[in-house]
């Protein structure tokens, strides 16, 4: 039998938080629990990109990217976190390449999608607490994400890991 989101959250109601229904997936990877590195930028993914440069260890990178409605990541960054052992992304914000993107092993749940890039040419800042979409996460947490949402702990649940690679 498969396990979710649904069977952590009718287990650990207590010890949850449960993002809002924004995020879609669009990655190739559907399924993903690891610990996170938190970014939060505006209208600019030069700090993106830096950070997709460094090796990922398996963690996912949470983006708060404050839903402005421009692109802050395709396909080449998703290429990037691939090639680097980043798990996956959680972003507060928009991608393209949506195609491209649905073909690697990277989880990438995001609000939707927009040809428009951003700029390279503001500052961004690097494991900070964020908070949107009903989530207050930081450098302590585990995220769990499937089909059926996004949840954030601060404890790991290691009889799910079999279910989320």
Not at 100 to 125: E, S
């Amino acid at each position: 039998m498969e396990m979710g989101t649904p069977d952590i959250c009718d287990k650990y109601r207590d010890l949850l938080q449960v993002a809002q229904p924004v995020f879609k997936s669009f990655g190739g990877l559907l399924r993903m629990s690891a610990d996170v590195e938190t970014l939060k930028i505006k209208h600019d993914n030069a700090l993106f990109w830096e950070i997709l440069k460094q090796p990922g260890h398996g963690r996912i990178l949470v983006v708060d990217a404050e839903g402005d409605y421009c692109a802050v990541m395709g396909d080449r960054m998703a290429d990037l976190a691939v090639k680097n052992g980043w798990k996956g992304l959680l972003i507060h914000g928009y991608i393209r390449d949506s195609a491209l993107l649905k073909t690697m092993p990277l989880g990438i749940w995001a609000l939707g999608t927009c040809p428009m890039k951003g700029h390279l040419t503001r500052p961004g800042h690097l494991s900070v607490p964020l908070r949107f979409a009903g989530l207050e996460i930081d450098l302590s947490n585990t995220l769990y994400i499937d089909e059926d949402g996004v949840l954030v702990s601060t404890d790991a649940f290691p009889e799910f890991a079999e279910y989320f690679p």
